[in-house]
């Protein structure tokens, strides 16, 4: 298992027609599919963040875990310490690119009933990911 630390966001938003570029946050840590729940919960806690990006064995994006996912699965009665995240991802979407619009991104996010989406490049990499604020 690999971390990988991401790019810093950019720091020019324009006042009209934002982008998910301009919002999403990027200092997020990515970890592999085949990490445990519990280190997937420590890494966050080391990272001081509420969300992680997954990634395949092809370093592709294929979904985004909250803290609060995770410990919903770890406070469920078929919870073990081998569950990985791979077993917790299911659906694996809704994503986002860096030139969608707030609105289309705000959008998406309150029909998929989701507070975080990854930001992909065309290829399918994690650029980011865009959090509701809290």
Do not use: K, N, W
Request: proline share 4%; glycine share 8%.
């Amino acid at each position: 298992m690999t971390l990988v630390q991401m790019q810093p966001r950019t720091t020019q938003p324009t006042a009209v027609g934002r982008t998910v570029a301009d919002a999403m946050d990027t200092a997020g840590p990515q970890v592999c599919d085949d990490m445990t729940v519990e280190v997937a919960l420590s890494v966050m806690t080391s990272a001081r963040t509420g969300h992680l990006l997954v990634c395949d064995d092809g370093g592709l994006c294929i979904g985004v875990v909250t803290h609060a996912r995770l410990a919903a699965v770890r406070e469920s009665s078929a919870y073990s310490d081998r569950v990985q995240l791979r077993d917790i991802l299911g659906y694996r979407g809704p994503f986002t690119s860096p030139v969608t619009t707030m609105a289309e991104a705000g959008h998406l996010m309150r029909h998929s009933d989701v507070d975080a989406v990854p930001v992909v490049d065309e290829h399918g990499s994690a650029l980011g990911v865009l959090a509701l604020a809290r």
